[in-house]
């Protein structure tokens, strides 16, 4: 099945190319199904890229998705244009009064601010405390997680010595969580973060159960055990290149930046990066689509509470 998105939204062109079946709203109005409302709060710089990278895992399933995409108004982006901005993003005063089946709230570039010198810290908490009312599932990555888990319990987040940054192997704690069915014993998935939550804090929350785990990067994936709020600490949505990017970046601005852990072919930056950790993003994706949010949302979404 299609995902539907606004018509003429970049990634739709990049996805089609790679022959996945994206449908604009004016076909879908055609379609006598009721889709999962999904809406993604886009915290990312990198618009564009953020959206393509999510819109192409969502669309993994032979469910009908309906996509919203959210923008802050208490900070206007300024890595995108004003154009794009206004032409496929609400704000939340525009969606409060609606529900949804699933809400994804990416990561942001603001991890070295405390949670409450963030420019848009006091609506992001207007948000989290509505997605308790409104969404039937939420799935936070990387900052948001940290945002999340400080928000809900209260767990802070920490500072690293250094960048974590690379592609880590991870095992699963629980075979038994529907979320993380299918997955192999370990997997591969990036992080890129200046901070850490403790696995200790996390362990001493009742409500919170680790799924999976990294001697390197920690806890990865934390679910709440009403099932209705995922934490991802790193990103499973990341393309073969957006670390190389992030790493060249800055490289030329001069800063100083290890090597990616377990990215490059032999460590040589001029060896093109293999994508590695594919097959467990689109399970993960596919998974919270499929047991989280289609089969357990009510029919009628206006029944969430």
Known sequence: MPIKIPGGLPAAQILESEHIFVMDEHRAMTQDIRPLRIAILNLMPTKIATETQL???LSNTSLQIELTLLGTESYRATHISEEHMESFYQNFSAVKNQKFDGLIITGAPVE???FTDVAYWDELCAILAWSRTHVYSTLHICWAAQAGLYYHYGIDKQSLPEKMFGIFEHEVMDFRHPLMRGFDETFLAPHSRHTTVDEADIEACP?????ARSDRAGAYIIADKNARQFYITGHAEYDYDTLSREYFRDTLRGM???????YFPDNDTSRRPRNVWRGHANLLFSNWLNYFVYQRTPYDINTIE
């Open 55 to 57: 819109i192409r895992l």
């Open 112 to 114: 070295n601010l405390e």
């Open 207 to 211: 409500q919170l159960d680790i799924l």
């Open 256 to 262: 100083a930046i290890d090597i990616p852990y377990n």
